[in-house]
């Protein structure tokens, strides 16, 4: 039977409207949710560094947390966890929830440790998004005022004439320091005992109180200990003299021809992280290392300033992750 009248009309009316009621419902839903999705940071951010209060990775992140907190919104809060050449911070990045709160100032000691205990985990490039290069820098040799020697060639000669005997100190398996002092050992046919620490800071103290003669060091950590004569610089491993000390001889002009050393540094986030979510960290990074305070500093500790963009950031890991994959095979570093 078909009824009909205006109750049938109505109810009709009545139908239709609550189906574009809903669906307009539903659009208002899809739209605040995606609004949460890119609305980034919600809380403080946490930055993780692999290394102990003092050293160039903790000088760094703590001179760039403050802008990026500014710009961010929310407090970027600096978190030390040393230990295992920076795999710890690594691990405790990569196993975040990937929503960009907890992000790790690296190096590439992350990778290279990795490489050197034949590891898989944290892998540098498959468990992280690639936020941004920080910065990159040339060490600098520094021995103990009362260690022997005043010059490369010094340290050259007393090693060959007391080879296995002498000690030098790094940060960690795999940081720049510690392949710096495997690579002129390999250029000189020289034998060290390597010295590992949880960070360059304590590296550098035992440096200082006569406990391990010398070690390669970043500019960042070092040069005031340098200035006060707590310190002795031999030379830098660039191949061009450091702008931060113009007058400190490099190794390749030291006797050790093609001898360099840059390394990296870059902050990472879990693998995973939305998009728009690294673009915007990229976005703030940029700014921070574009501000005369920060041009200033890195001026003064012979870091060169990072502006790569994520994908950028990634390929540049790829090619570094090869160049010192080939340095650790060839000169058998364990």
Not at 51 to 79: C, H, K, N, W, Y
Not at 168 to 188: C, F, I, W
Not at 248 to 275: Q, R
Not at 299 to 312: F, K, T, V, Y
Request: glycine letters at 10%.
């Amino acid at each position: 039977m078909r009824v009909c009248g205006p109750f049938s009309t109505g109810r009709r009316k009545g139908m239709r409207s609550t189906h574009w009621i809903t669906a307009l419902a539903l659009v208002a839903c899809g739209t605040n949710a995606a609004a949460q999705a890119t609305k980034f940071p919600l809380k403080p951010v946490r930055m993780v560094v692999g290394f102990s209060a003092g050293g160039a990775t903790d000088i760094i992140s703590r001179a760039l947390g403050p802008g990026l907190s500014e710009g961010l919104g929310q407090s970027v809060v600096i978190e030390n966890r040393p230990g295992a050449s920076s795999q710890i911070a690594g691990d405790v990045v990569a196993k975040s929830p990937p929503d960009g709160h907890v992000i790790m100032m690296t190096t590439q000691t992350l990778m290279t440790s990795v490489m050197i205990e034949r590891k898989t985990f944290p892998d540098i490039l498959k468990d992280f998004a690639h936020v941004g290069l920080v910065a990159t820098s040339t060490l600098i040799l520094v021995v103990n005022p009362s260690f022997p020697v005043k010059s490369v060639k010094d340290l050259i000669a007393l090693a060959r004439s007391r080879p296995g005997e002498i000690n030098y100190a790094s940060g960690g398996v795999g940081t720049t320091p510690h392949l710096s002092g495997e690579l002129l050992a390999t250029m000189g046919k020289l034998k060290f005992v390597h010295v590992p620490y949880k960070g360059e800071a304590p590296a550098l103290t035992d440096i200082m109180g006569g406990h391990v003669p010398f070690m390669f060091s970043n500019v960042s950590a070092s040069s005031q200990f340098v200035k006060s004569g707590k310190l002795r610089a031999l030379a830098s491993t660039g191949l061009k003299p450091s702008p931060a000390m113009p007058d400190l001889p490099t190794m390749a002009a030291s006797g050790l021809p093609g001898f360099e050393v840059v390394g990296f540094f870059g902050i990472l986030a879990p693998a995973k992280t939305p998009p728009e979510v690294v673009s915007r960290l990229n976005a703030e990074l940029v700014k921070v290392l574009a501000r005369p305070d920060i041009k200033k500093l890195y001026a003064s500790q012979a870091l060169e300033p990072g502006n790569m963009s994520p994908s950028q950031f990634a390929d540049y890991i790829k090619v570094e992750k090869g160049r010192w994959g080939k340095l650790i095979q060839e000169a058998g570093i364990k």
